[in-house]
T-cell receptor, first 111, second 114 residues
Framework: GQQVMQIPQYQHVQEGEDFTTYCNSS?????IQWYKQRPGGHPVFLIQ?????EVKKQKRLTFQFGEAKKNSSLHITATQTTDVGTYFC???????????FGTGTRLKVLA | DVKVTQSSRYLVKRTGEKVFLECVQD?????MFWYRQDPGLGLRLIYF???????EKGDIPEGYSVSREKKERFSLILESASTNQTSMYLC?????????????FGAGSRLTVL
């Protein structure tokens, strides 16, 4: 079946360092979404990418959708303690509205 | 503000008990979902629903059933709870008509089965 994998599973960084998480799908995706879950919270939508090779920025966060629409990445420049949490990518299953989530990357930022 | 409300934040049940997890959304969304979240496994889809009285199995439906009698309410039922169903359960909803199909999650229900 369709699978969405994320690496790394965990990442500890010093405040001010950069961070990247990678998302890989076993099948081509029509779009990909990213969510952030703060400790003790629930996932909150960050962004959706639709076009092949698309790059979007939100302040210090840069999101990229691969040319083949099978992978994506989230890069955070100069991490802050407010970036702590788990980042999930999610893609639709076979063009449906059913979204499959990646395994998540848990980010810890050390002050 | 858009809201998805899950009835119980924490539950403790015994093996074999029937468990109901309720979810209500006030956004008139067509789609509703139940996920479970376990460390290292991410969010796994249990069941989802496109419309009232409609339901479809997700990736891990065994041991669960659902009910959607009204558009705003989607219930997850554990007919006979088992210890391997101890988990965080997250309900979400999304709109088909908005185009983006963004998922809005509830706060979660942490279930412990003893």
């Amino acid at each position: 079946g369709q699978q969405v994998m994320q690496i790394p599973q965990y990442q500890h960084v010093q405040e001010g360092e950069d961070f990247t998480t990678y998302c890989n799908s076993s099948t081509t995706l029509s779009n990909i979404q990213w969510y952030k879950q703060r400790p003790g919270g629930h996932p909150v939508f960050l962004i959706q990418l639709v076009k092949s090779g698309e790059v979007k920025k939100q302040k210090r966060l840069t999101f990229q959708f691969g040319e083949a629409k099978k992978n994506s990445s989230l890069h955070i420049t100069a991490t802050q303690t407010t970036d702590v949490g788990t980042y999930f990518c999610a893609g639709p299953f076979s063009g449906t509205y059913k979204y499959i989530f990646g395994t998540g990357t848990r980010l810890k930022v050390l002050a | 503000d858009v809201k998805v409300t899950q009835s119980s934040r924490y539950l403790v049940k015994r093996t074999g008990e029937k468990v109901f997890l309720e979810c209500v959304q006030d956004m008139d969304h067509e789609n509703m979902f139940w996920y479970r979240q376990d460390p290292g496994l991410g969010l796994r889809l249990i069941y989802f629903s496109y419309d009232v009285k409609m339901k479809e199995k997700g990736d891990i439906p065994e041991g669960y059933s659902v009910s959607r009698e009204k558009k705003e309410r989607f219930s997850l039922i554990l007919e006979s709870a088992s210890t391997n169903q101890t988990s965080m359960y997250l309900c979400a909803s999304s709109s088909r008509t908005s185009g983006a199909n963004v998922l809005t999650f509830g706060a979660g229900s942490r279930l412990t089965v003893l």
